[in-house]
């Protein structure tokens, strides 16, 4: 019994904020697809406010949560676009319409396939900035105590800071990366749940809606119903577009929160170690020029990684790289000049 009236409570606030989305939003096409979706949360409502009053209970009384109040207010002030997180988080649908351009899928099978994609490409991203992180940050700091070092003996201190500096950075990153995933799939978890439940319990529903996105990317409203109809047939298939369609969520971007911690924490290391290595080997002028030139052509590397995902010439992402780790390296080594000349 608890249970409906949460879920009765959740369809009723769904349908108060599509009513506010339709009210805000000034794209035509998109203000009927939220005022149609409105309608379609008020009869699952209505759905269940009737399993209800058959088992003898009364639906309680509504008033917009404060969470609704500000994600509304949000995306009325910053627009649905900007807004996407905090309203997918809210199981807001028809997310996937922004952005989309016109309908292009003309299948159950292409619909299906569209959003396929393997995860080696995040990896890679991931890594690689992980790298550039750690190679920026460290080479400042490593540059920084440097400059505040007036003894040769003293780069034991460059080397203790650089550690000291990696590990921080490193855990740092770790951490921020795990439960950025891990707050991405908790999301994922709860909403495939509310998904597969509301498919069992009314998939005429389910389909009408999924069939108002399409139709408001551009489907043809009869042939948007009869794909979404054939789509619910297939539960796991259903869910899977009703998640990605509907609410904008795409569990193949998601991975193992252990995993993206392990990459973010390794490859922060890998970069970290560039500008620290040469202090590990040698000192005085020898390792500060030879981590200076370390941390130099690894940052082009870097940058001209980084431009595969940009598209940008390999040579600009290269150059643009080095400048900016450049201009970070020279301004902690002259703030750490100056505060090695004022307190040491």
Same mark, same amino acid.
């Given at each position: 019994m608890e249970? @409906?009236?949460? =879920?009765?409570?959740?369809?009723?606030?769904?349908?108060?904020?599509?009513?506010?989305? $339709?009210?805000?939003?000034?794209?035509?096409?998109?203000?009927?697809?939220?005022?149609?979706?409105?309608?379609?949360?008020?009869?699952? $409502?209505?759905?269940?406010?009737?399993? %209800?009053?058959?088992?003898?209970?009364?639906?309680?009384g509504f008033q917009p949560s404060m969470r609704a109040r500000f994600v509304a207010w949000t995306a009325a002030r910053l627009g649905v676009e900007r807004s996407k997180a905090l309203l997918a988080a809210s199981k807001? =649908?028809?997310?996937?319409?922004?952005?989309?351009?016109?309908?292009?899928?003309?299948?159950? #099978?292409?619909i299906g396939a569209r959003h396929k994609r393997t995860g080696s490409g995040g990896t890679l991203r991931a890594a690689v900035f992980?790298?550039?992180?750690?190679?920026?940050?460290?080479?400042?700091?490593?540059l920084g105590v440097a400059g505040a070092t007036t003894h040769a003996a003293d780069s034991s201190a460059v080397v203790v800071a650089g550690v000291a500096g990696m590990l921080a950075g490193a855990f740092s990153m770790a951490a921020g990366e795990w439960i950025s995933v891990?707050?991405?799939?908790?999301?994922?978890?709860?909403? @495939?749940?509310?998904?597969?439940? #509301?498919? #069992? =319990?009314?998939?005429?529903?389910? !389909?009408?809606? %999924?069939?108002?996105?399409?139709?408001?990317? &551009? *489907?043809? /409203? #009869?042939?948007? =119903? !009869?794909? !979404?109809?054939? /789509?619910?047939?297939?539960k796991e298939r259903a869910l899977a577009t009703l998640s990605r369609e509907a609410l904008g969520l795409d569990p193949d971007e998601l991975?193992?929160?252990?995993?993206?911690?392990?990459?973010?924490? &390794?490859? *922060?290391?890998?970069?970290?170690?560039v500008p620290l290595v040469p202090w590990l080997v040698a000192d005085g002028d020898l390792a500060l020029w030879s981590s200076i030139a370390a941390a130099a052509v690894v940052l082009f590397l870097v940058g001209a990684a980084t431009s595969l995902f940009s598209g940008r010439n390999l040579a600009f992402g290269g150059l643009r790289m080095l400048a900016i780790g450049t201009a970070a390296g020279a301004a902690t080594w002259l703030i750490g000049t100056w505060l090695g000349a004022s307190v040491l």
């Open positions: 249970r @409906i009236v949460e =879920r009765w409570s959740e369809e009723t606030q769904s349908a108060w904020i599509y009513e506010q989305l $339709a009210r805000s939003e000034p794209d035509a096409s998109k203000r009927e697809l939220f005022a149609e979706l409105a309608k379609a949360a008020h009869q699952q $409502a209505g759905l269940l406010a009737t399993e %209800l009053r058959a088992s003898g209970a009364d639906t309680p807001v =649908r028809g997310l996937s319409t922004y952005g989309a351009g016109h309908a292009s899928v003309v299948s159950v #099978e292409a992980g790298i550039n992180d750690g190679l920026v940050s460290n080479a400042s700091l490593v891990r707050t991405q799939t908790e999301l994922w978890e709860g909403q @495939i749940a509310e998904e597969r439940d #509301e498919l #069992e =319990r009314y998939p005429a529903e389910e !389909a009408e809606e %999924l069939a108002l996105i399409y139709h408001a990317r &551009g *489907f043809e /409203l #009869e042939a948007a =119903r !009869a794909m !979404a109809r054939e /789509l619910v047939t297939d991975g193992s929160p252990l995993a993206a911690a392990g990459w973010s924490f &390794g490859s *922060f290391c890998i970069g970290s170690l």
